[in-house]
Structure formats: structure tokens, C-alpha cells
């Protein structure tokens, strides 16, 4: 049988592994941090993907097209593939099913597979016993040659013997877990947008599946497209959440998501699809804007760090146009030398490349070293554009024009730059005049609020705790840097100002093309943002935001950038006073205070800062010892990055539609 075939062959390479054989799953329950990452909110998800990733490698070998996420009201996640389902036979070896095997031994479900472009020993690929056993119960289904096997477990262990339990048309695999709390102390709870941003990548990067995701514990108002006007409405009847992923584009379909609402230079992305060396699949699209939007992937795996695929495209990018523009004498405009990034300013691609031994490095191990790599995404890239760009003559000037036009603007950036430099490495001595220092210098403990305008800069200033608080006033709305090259972005005084406080300089490319920042003279590990609680408070921390994210990355990376939450109500009675920050809040003070008699009960809608007195915004909003501080984290790079273009780019349609449906996060002020 070739079932047993594979199993020798399997068998094999299981001892030539035998030092991960022999470690068993207790090994992933005493170190399940080894495995996963870590046990937070991030390992709790990647439960989920590593299941998906099984499904996603059977749809690759051609037996799948259709996968089912559900959150169940429990937290426990079922997943369901429309796969060959996991073989169920005997082990010879093992002298137990291959199901148990798959489901016990580490690595097994990858060796299985000959065509994998697993990996072994990143993040991903340490297969679905991992999740056995980081769970208190796993159930297992599958559907094969006419039958429905089942076998449960609890923290890895098998509770009883495969057993068959019916009769089937259909193939595939339904796995069902409950993460176990005693190894996730932190939450148990499921992010229905953070598997989203996954789900949805990986549907992108893998054209062609249909992957779903059903929320049991919500229910939504269902929400139909009216055929005719397009416009979205409610029926009327309840149903749990829900979204369905799918391309049949893939990568070209994905940056037309990426870039929602950004006016592009050509109508359609640029595609490279090569197969020759190793599968490279890879979109890109040059747009009106200044930022370079790259997302590389290696197996499916965001690669953040970059590595030798992204070196070759940037190579094979560069390469290419500056050829194509000699050849065809359109650089005579050019006054400045032209840089690696002047090829890259407002280009939006992504790359997908398959490598059957990946190796990572790097910080966080997402970062690709197979040095053979490099040649043939640079090829690929070069004989793509090559082709388009004679094809498309009207659009490959446009490309140049805009390569020439960020030449000039960079050598213009410089001078600016090198001001903000010149400023900040005399720290101390050149702090701008607005900021209220704190007298602690010991980065740890010190914190910079950035407050919206000079009247609520005013109360924090007299509220603060002068000894580890510092205070720096900003004027009204900050720059839109999403909208303005980076000379401008230098010029305003305001954002020279955040420079200098925060004593640091200018993020610099390293040699991999990554944008680095010196944070070793950071001046405080916190970094506050303090605005009204309204619509155009929300917006002005947003504006602050997008500067973060796209000139200081590593200081959100760090997780040093904070959200202060003023409240939005003081409900008052006699001497008893309750600060509320939600509406819900406010009616329970108002239940509670107004017992017995509503005499004297007042309830106050604050609106900014500035009608809070000092000692008011002392206590609720800036005291570490009863503040709520929300620290701003990028889970999905993409999906933040997406969002900030579309919310501060210049096409307002989408921005509404995205205020509209994300409207019961935002508090709107009559
Ligand atoms: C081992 C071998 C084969 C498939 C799988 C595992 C498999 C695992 C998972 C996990 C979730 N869905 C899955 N689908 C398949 C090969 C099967 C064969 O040779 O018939």
C-alpha cells in the first residue's frame, strides 16, 4: 500500500530527526515558549495558525480548497479542511494510527509531506501536536475512504483509541481545541481581527483557497450589498460574525487592498511570477505617495526582518529601471545622483517566495539567509519589469519621472535632515523651549506626554508629577506626514521638536534596507499622547501616530508609544465624585449616586482636556497609579499600514467607510 510506502519513507526521516522524536510533548509543555513564541495574546493566535498551516500545505499539494475557522463560545477554535484528512491507518513502527502520530510526535505532519516548504524550527511548522499539546482537550475528525474517524486528547494525551463513528462522502479534517489556561495564564480569549488580519493575508498568498471565519460568541446585524446602488444594509436578523476570504488574483488583488483609496501612477500592478529556480511569486504598483510599503513573505511567513528575497528584488528593481531610463535618455532632467530608494518611493509590492530549507536569523528569526535566494528573485524581478516596461512605454516614463522627482526631493531632504541632526546631538543644551523637562534621568522612569495645544499644555504642566513627567505642548494638528515628502515632514518645527525631546536621531537604512533608529539616548521609555476625548482629538492622535509609524517604527516596535485616555464624564454628588470613561459607566454612577434623591446630582461631558483642572487631570488621567494607559502595538504590519493610508491619504471615500463601519469604537460629539 502506498500509504505504508510513505510511512517507511516517513520513518526514515523521523530518525535522522531522532533528537526531536525523543523529545515528546511534555518538552513543549514544560518550554511552550521553544515552540510557539511566546504564551501572550501572540502564542495564543498561533495555535490557530499552525492548524491552518496543515490545511494550507494540503491545499498546495492540490487536494484542498476550502478551509472553516470557527471560534466557538467556549474559545475553543474548530478548523475544517476539505484535504485527503489525516491518514488514519496503522503505524507499523509506532504500532498506533498515523493519526495519533501526526498528533503526538513532533514534526511528524510535515515529514509526511515530500513537496513541503515547511519550516523546521521557526515559529511556524512545529505542526499540529504543538497545539495537542498546549491544549486541555483536542478533538480530532476525520473523513477518509468512506469514514468518519474521531479520537480525543487532553494536553497531548490520546483519552482513548481512534474510533470509527460513521459513514461519509467527503474528505477532511475538522480539528477542534481549547487552549489550555493553566499554560496561556495571560487570556485565553480569541481576537476575531487578529485571526482576520492572518486569514486574510493568507488568502491572498495562497490564490485560489476559500478560507472562512465564524464568530460564535457574536452576533451582528447581517448585512447584505443591495445588488442595484451597492450599498450595504441590514436585513434585519442576527447572525454570528462572519467574513469569508478569497482571491483568485492572489498578490496584485492584495496590494489593491493594501493600497484602498491610493491613486496609482499605472492601472494594474506589475506581476513576477517565475517557477524556474524556486517558485517566486511577486506584485508591485508605484502610487502618487512617498512611502515604501514592501512586505516580503517566505513560505508564508511575514519575514519583517527582510532578508536575501527582498536584497534581490531591490536589486533586480533598481537594476532594471536605471537601465530601461539610460537606454531610453530619460534621466536628462536629473540633477542629484540617483539612491537605491529613489526606486522605491511610493511603491507598494509584495513577495512571496518558496524555499524548501529556509534558514532564519535575525532578531526575531523572520529574517531569510539562504544566500542562493538573492539571484534568482533579482532574475525573475529584472526579466518581469523588463518585459512590462516595453510593453507599457507611457507608464515606464511615468515610473522614471517619479524616480527622478524623488532624487531631487532627497537631496533637498538631506539639508533638512541634517538640521534636526546638527540640533539633537546637543542634546541638553538645545531642548526646545516649549517642552517642561522632568528632573529623573534615568530613561526607565521618565515619561513624555505630547499634549494637544497650549491650554491643556498648561494643566498638564501644573498637574504633573515634575519629578519623572515631562511635558511637550503641540500646536493644533501636527503634519500630515502621509500627505508630504520628507523634506516638509523635517521643516515643521513641531516635529523637529519631537526629535530633539525624545534625543534621538534620524532613522537610517542598515544594510539589509531596514530602517533603523539609535534609541540608546531614547530619553524616556514612555511616550504619551494626550489629546481631547473627541472626533478632532482622535484625529490629531492619529496624526501623531502615522508620524510614529513611519519615521519612528522602532519606538512603537518597543513598544514605547502610549494612548492616555482622559474620561469622558464626572458624575458628581455632594463631596462624591465618579469619573467615567464609557456611557455604560455613566449610568451606573448615575443609578448608584442618585439612590434616594437625584437633588445635587450633576453629570459634566468633558470635552477636552482643557476644562479639566489640573488636579482632575492629575488623578484621572495622568497618576500611574490609576491611569489606563493603551500601549499602541502593530500585530499586523500590513493591516496597520493599510489603515494609515487609507485614513490619512488623500481619497476620502474609503476614509468614511471605514469611520462608518468601525463607528461604535469612535465617539462622535454632536
Ligand atoms: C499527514 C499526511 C497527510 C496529510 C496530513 C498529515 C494532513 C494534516 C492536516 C492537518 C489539518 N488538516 C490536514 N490535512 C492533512 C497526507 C495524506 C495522504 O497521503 O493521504
Given at each position: 500500500m502506498l500509504e505504508n510506502e510513505e510511512m517507511k519513507q516517513a520513518e526514515e526521516q523521523y530518525s535522522a530527526n531522532s533528537i526531536q522524536v525523543l523529545e515528546g510533548l511534555e518538552a513543549v509543555r514544560k518550554r511552550p515558549s521553544m515552540y510557539i513564541?511566546?504564551?501572550?495574546e501572540r502564542g495564543l493566535h498561533h495555535l490557530v495558525y499552525e492548524v491552518v498551516d496543515n490545511c494550507i500545505d494540503e491545499a498546495m499539494a492540490g487536494f484542498c480548497n476550502d478551509v472553516q475557522v470557527t471560534i466557538l463560545e467556549d474559545n475553543s477554535i474548530r478548523v475544517r479542511d476539505n484535504?485527503?484528512?489525516?491518514p488514519t491507518g496503522m503505524h507499523e513502527k509506532e504500532h498506533r494510527s498515523a493519526l495519533e502520530v501526526v498528533l503526538t510526535v513532533l514534526h511528524a505532519g510535515g515529514k509526511f509531506d515530500k513537496s513541503s516548504y515547511k519550516v523546521s524550527g521557526?515559529?511556524?511548522?512545529?505542526?499540529?501536536s504543538c497545539v495537542n499539546a498546549l491544549s486541555d482537550h483536542l478533538h480530532a475528525e476525520v473523513h477518509r475512504e468512506g469514514k468518519v474517524f474521531e479520537q480525543d486528547y487532553s494536553r497531548g494525551k490520546p483519552l482513548g483509541d481512534v474510533r470509527v463513528t460513521g459513514e461519509t462522502d467527503d474528505t477532511g479534517t475538522i480539528i477542534t481545541f481549547h487552549p489550555d489556561a493553566t499554560i496561556f495564564t495571560q487570556t485565553i480569549v480569541y481576537k476575531y481581527d487578529t485571526l482576520a488580519g492572518r486569514l486574510r493575508e493568507l488568502a491572498y498568498l495562497n490564490k485560489g483557497i476559500r478560507i472562512s471565519l465564524t464568530d460564535q460568541r457574536e452576533l451582528v446585524d447581517e448585512m447584505v450589498t443591495d445588488?442595484?446602488?451597492?450599498d450595504r444594509k441590514a436585513t434585519g436578523k442576527l447572525v454570528f460574525r462572519h467574513d469569508e476570504f478569497f482571491s483568485e488574483a492572489g498578490l496584485s488583488q492584495f496590494i489593491e487592498y493594501l493600497d484602498a483609496g491610493v491613486a496609482h501612477l499605472t492601472a494594474e500592478p506589475i506581476c513576477v511570477n517565475s517557477d524556474k529556480i524556486i517558485p517566486i511569486d511577486i506584485a508591485l504598483q508605484y502610487n502618487t505617495g512617498y512611502s515604501e510599503k514592501i512586505y516580503s513573505y517566505v513560505n508564508n511567513i511575514?519575514?519583517?526582518?527582510?532578508?536575501t528575497h527582498l536584497q534581490g528584488f531591490k536589486m533586480g528593481l533598481s537594476r532594471t529601471l536605471k537601465n530601461y531610463a539610460e537606454k531610453n535618455n530619460?534621466?536628462?532632467?536629473?540633477?542629484a545622483e540617483l539612491s537605491p530608494e529613489d526606486f522605491r518611493e511610493g511603491l507598494t509590492a509584495v513577495i512571496s517566495v518558496k524555499v524548501a530549507e529556509p534558514q532564519f536569523e535575525g532578531q526575531t528569526k523572520t529574517?531569510?539567509?539562504?544566500?542562493?535566494v538573492t539571484a534568482a528573485v533579482s532574475q525573475a524581478t529584472g526579466a518581469a519589469l523588463d518585459v512590462y516596461l516595453e510593453e507599457n512605454p507611457k507608464e515606464a516614463k511615468l515610473i522614471i519621472e517619479k524616480i527622478v522627482l524623488a532624487a531631487t526631493a532627497r537631496a533637498a531632504a538631506r539639508k533638512a535632515r541634517e538640521m534636526v541632526q546638527r540640533k539633537t546631538v546637543m542634546s541638553g543644551v538645545g531642548m526646545p523651549g516649549k517642552l517642561a523637562d522632568?528632573?529623573?534621568?534615568d530613561p526607565e522612569k521618565c515619561e513624555l506626554f505630547l499634549v494637544e495645544g497650549d491650554s491643556a499644555g498648561g494643566t498638564a504642566k501644573q498637574g504633573r508629577d515634575r519629578r519623572i513627567q515631562a511635558i511637550l505642548p503641540l500646536r493644533g494638528k501636527i503634519l500630515n506626514v502621509e500627505k508630504a515628502i520628507e523634506a516638509r515632514a523635517f521643516e515643521s518645527e513641531e516635529i523637529r521638536n519631537i526629535y530633539t525631546a525624545l534625543g534621538v536621531t534620524v532613522a537610517q537604512e542598515d544594510d539589509t534596507g531596514e530602517k533603523r533608529m539609535d534609541?540608546?539616548?531614547?530619553?524616556?521609555?514612555k511616550v504619551i499622547i494626550m489629546t481631547d476625548a473627541d472626533v478632532d482629538g482622535s484625529h490629531i492622535a492619529c496624526l501623531i501616530l502615522t508620524f510614529f509609524f513611519r519615521y519612528m517604527f522602532d519606538l512603537i516596535k518597543n513598544g514605547y508609544v502610549y494612548l492616555a485616555t482622559p474620561p469622558l464624564f464626572l458624575v458628581k454628588k455632594g463631596a462624591e465624585e465618579v469619573y467615567c470613561w464609557t456611557e455604560g459607566q455613566r449610568d451606573e454612577a448615575i443609578q448608584r449616586l442618585g439612590k434616594?434623591?437625584?437633588?445635587g446630582l450633576t453629570v459634566q461631558r468633558y470635552k477636552?482636556?482643557?476644562?479639566?483642572s489640573d488636579m482632575q487631570l492629575w488623578e484621572t488621567t495622568m497618576n500611574p497609579a490609576r491611569r489606563l494607559l493603551r500601549q499602541i502595538t502593530i500585530e499586523n504590519a500590513a493591516e496597520a499600514e493599510r489603515t494609515f493610508s487609507m485614513l490619512?491619504?488623500?481619497?476620502v471615500p474609503p476614509r468614511r467607510q471605514f469611520i462608518e463601519e468601525n463607528a461604535h469604537y469612535a465617539n462622535i460629539d454632536a
Open positions: 513564541g511566546d504564551v501572550g484535504g485527503r484528512g489525516i521557526g515559529l511556524h511548522g512545529v505542526g499540529v445588488e442595484a446602488s451597492g511575514h519575514t519583517i526582518e527582510g532578508g530619460l534621466l536628462s532632467k536629473l540633477k529574517k531569510l539567509g539562504n544566500p542562493e522632568c528632573s529623573e534621568r534609541l540608546s539616548k531614547l530619553r524616556y521609555h434616594g434623591s437625584e437633588k477636552g482636556l482643557g476644562e479639566m490619512m491619504g488623500d481619497d
